[in-house]
């Protein structure tokens, strides 16, 4: 069994211990203590060395916590140092977490369904269908507020503990981590001691999720790290449209309207082209007949043979990653037919679409 240094003391960094157990040719090693937090509860593991060797995981195996090694250990005393800078963001985050799911609890009666921790955020699923903006926001604020009051965060183990905001399923001593006048929660995890170490709470993205509505949110040095980017992207933004970055969604918004006029300019551009070009062809045309080849037929493509069949009794096929056949009234001529002979698709006397694998056969039928 190993005792698990960071239930009682999450500000241990460097301990001794001896190894239980040295498997895997040296890699996985079992310690009677440690103070390295195995991924659990939502919550990464933490790097260090172990031995001198370097720790690139921590699995919780029940009763003992196996570490797991870049390079082999042999079995004896060893020293084990966690990485700090790791440890203390995730500490941060995980005490922001306690303090977020209680204040949701306080105000809207929310509860958490679940949480998870990452190397770059948090989420917490709420069991609400939805969470308003303003509802956000007053949470945001109630954070930051209790994270400025600086409140004691403090561990204890209690046999019945009562006023837990979750029910734990566990049994016997429950590890009891509370926010002084806040929140009472059995957890297994790392956290400050105080509220104003976790620095600042951030909500991000709100989303519906199996019914509930997850949450994500950053605190501390991950939370001006992050805001620091956003500040960049939106400068880089900003600097891409010559306006200041409070100008940027409405500089886009203008953006998108203005691509929208000149696509519907394009549009009429392109069929009106195609009017032009049609009744050329048709004029140049022997017999009436043209075949067009084209990377691929489109709106443009039914317009051109619309317009050449318009100049007089004439017939005009487009092949490029499908066929157009249009035809005007020329009885020898049914382009439905023809397409569904000689490939496939259909369509009426006049107009037809589809495919035509060797259009050889269908050209020389149509004399063309
Ligand atoms: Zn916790």
Same mark, same amino acid.
């Given at each position: 069994?190993?005792?698990?240094? $960071? $239930?009682?003391?999450? $500000?241990?960094?460097?301990?001794?211990?001896?190894?239980?157990?040295?498997?895997?040719?040296?890699?996985?090693?079992?310690?009677?203590?440690?103070?390295?937090?195995?991924?659990?509860?939502?919550?990464?593991?933490?790097?260090?060395?172990?031995?001198?060797?370097?720790?690139?995981?921590?699995?919780?195996?029940?009763? @003992?916590?196996?570490?797991?090694?870049?390079?082999?250990?042999?079995?004896?005393?060893?020293?084990?140092?966690?990485?700090?800078?790791?440890?203390?963001?995730?500490?941060?985050? =995980?005490?922001?977490? =306690?303090?977020?799911?209680?204040?949701?609890?306080?105000?809207?009666?929310?509860?958490?369904?679940?949480?998870?921790?990452?190397?770059?955020?948090?989420?917490?699923?709420?069991?609400?269908?939805?969470?308003?903006?303003?509802?956000?926001?007053?949470?945001?604020?109630?954070? /930051?507020?209790?994270? @400025?009051?600086?409140?004691?965060?403090?561990?204890?183990?209690?046999?019945?503990?009562?006023?837990?905001?979750?029910?734990?399923?566990?049994?016997?001593?429950?590890?009891?981590?509370?926010?002084?006048?806040?929140?009472?929660?059995?957890?297994?995890?790392? =956290?400050?001691?105080?509220?104003?170490?976790?620095?600042?709470?951030?909500?991000?993205? +709100?989303?519906?999720?199996?019914?509930?509505?997850?949450?994500?949110?950053?605190?501390?040095?991950?939370?001006?790290?992050?805001?620091?980017?956003?500040?960049?992207?939106?400068?880089? +933004?900003?600097?891409?449209?010559?306006?200041?970055?409070?100008?940027?969604?409405?500089?886009?918004?203008?953006?998108?309207?203005?691509?929208?006029?000149?696509?519907?300019?394009?549009?009429?551009?392109?069929?009106?082209?195609?009017? $032009?070009?049609?009744?050329?062809?048709?004029?140049?045309?022997?017999?009436?007949? =043209?075949?067009?080849?084209?990377?691929?037929?489109?709106?443009?493509?039914?317009?051109?043979? %619309?317009?050449?069949?318009?100049?007089?009794?004439?017939?005009?096929?487009?092949?490029?990653?499908?066929?157009?056949?249009?035809?005007?009234?020329?009885?020898?001529?049914?382009?439905? /037919?023809?397409?569904?002979?000689?490939?496939?698709?259909?369509?009426?006397?006049?107009?037809? %679409?589809?495919?035509?694998?060797?259009?050889?056969?269908?050209?020389?039928?149509?004399?063309?």
């Amino acid at each position: 069994m190993t005792e698990r240094l $960071y $239930y009682s003391d999450c $500000y241990l960094t460097q301990f001794e211990a001896t190894t239980q157990s040295v498997s895997g040719e040296g890699l996985r090693v079992v310690l009677d203590r440690s103070a390295f937090y195995p991924t659990a509860g939502g919550q990464l593991f933490d790097t260090g060395t172990l031995g001198g060797a370097r720790v690139v995981d921590v699995v919780d195996d029940g009763d @003992v916590v196996t570490h797991v090694l870049a390079t082999p250990i042999a079995a004896g005393m060893v020293r084990g140092e966690i990485d700090w800078a790791r440890r203390f963001v995730f500490m941060q985050q =995980h005490t922001g977490q =306690h303090l977020l799911s209680a204040v949701f609890h306080e105000l809207f009666g929310f509860a958490t369904a679940s949480v998870h921790l990452g190397e770059a955020g948090g989420t917490v699923e709420l069991a609400a269908g939805a969470v308003s903006e303003t509802q956000l926001r007053e949470a945001e604020a109630r954070a /930051n507020a209790v994270i @400025v009051e600086n409140r004691a965060v403090g561990i204890a183990f209690e046999e019945n503990p009562e006023g837990l905001r979750k029910a734990s399923e566990r049994t016997g001593p429950l590890r009891i981590v509370s926010i002084a006048g806040l929140d009472k929660s059995a957890c297994g995890g790392t =956290h400050v001691k105080q509220t104003g170490e976790i620095g600042a709470l951030l909500l991000r993205r +709100a989303e519906k999720i199996r019914g509930n509505t997850r949450v994500e949110f950053v605190c501390g040095s991950m939370a001006v790290r992050r805001a620091r980017m956003d500040f960049e992207l939106l400068t880089a +933004a900003g600097r891409a449209f010559s306006r200041p970055l409070e100008e940027v969604p409405a500089a886009v918004g203008a953006l998108q309207e203005a691509a929208k006029d000149a696509q519907k300019i394009v549009k009429s551009l392109t069929l009106e082209l195609a009017g $032009y070009k049609g009744r050329a062809l048709f004029a140049a045309a022997a017999g009436g007949r =043209h075949w067009e080849k084209l990377d691929a037929v489109d709106d443009a493509t039914r317009a051109l043979a %619309q317009a050449f069949v318009g100049c007089g009794k004439g017939v005009f096929l487009a092949t490029g990653g499908g066929a157009v056949l249009v035809a005007s009234s020329d009885p020898a001529v049914h382009c439905g /037919n023809l397409l569904k002979q000689f490939g496939r698709g259909g369509g009426t006397a006049a107009l037809a %679409q589809g495919s035509v694998a060797d259009i050889g056969p269908l050209a020389a039928a149509l004399g063309i």
